[in-house]
C-alpha cells in the first residue's frame, strides 16, 4: 500500500492551492482519510478529517477556508485551500485508516508530505 500526496508548492498570502493524494496497492476498503501538517519545529497537527460517508471535520484554523473531499472509487483525498496565509505554512501529509486485502483489521498509512510555503 502506498499513499502518494501531490499539489504543494509556492504561493502567496490570500492565494489558493489545491493538495491530492491517492492510495494505492491491495486495498480492500477505506475508512478515514484525513490531512495533517507540520510546521518547522512543531508537531504534526490534523488539518481536516473525511469519513467513507463524507463526514468532516476540521482544525478550527482552517474553517470555512479549506475544504476536504474525497472519491472512495478512485481511493483519492484533495484538500482545497483558500485565503492561505502565512501560518499555513508547513509539510502536508495525508492519511488513511484502511483494511488492507486479506486482512481482518484497520492499519494507519501515511504519504511522503508536499510543502505548501505562504508568503507574506
Known amino acids: 500500500v502506498q499513499l502518494q500526496a501531490s499539489g504543494g508548492g509556492l504561493v502567496q498570502t490570500g492565494g489558493s492551492l489545491k493538495l491530492s493524494c491517492v492510495a494505492s496497492?491491495?486495498?480492500?476498503?477505506?475508512?478515514?482519510m484525513s490531512w495533517y501538517r507540520q510546521a518547522p519545529g512543531k508537531q504534526r497537527d490534523l488539518v481536516a478529517t473525511?469519513?467513507?460517508?463524507?463526514?468532516?471535520n476540521y482544525a478550527d484554523s482552517v474553517k470555512g477556508r479549506f475544504t476536504i473531499s474525497r472519491e472512495n472509487a478512485k481511493n483519492t483525498v484533495a484538500l482545497q485551500m483558500n485565503s492561505l496565509k502565512p501560518e499555513d505554512t508547513a509539510v502536508y501529509f495525508c492519511?488513511?485508516?484502511?483494511?488492507?486485502?486479506?486482512?481482518?483489521?484497520?492499519?494507519?498509512?501515511w504519504g511522503q508530505g508536499t510543502l505548501v510555503t505562504v508568503s507574506s
Open positions: 492519511y488513511a485508516n484502511l483494511q488492507v486485502l486479506d486482512r481482518a483489521y484497520l492499519t494507519n498509512w
Open positions: 496497492g491491495r486495498i480492500s476498503a477505506i475508512n478515514v
Open positions: 473525511i469519513s467513507s460517508g463524507g463526514t468532516t
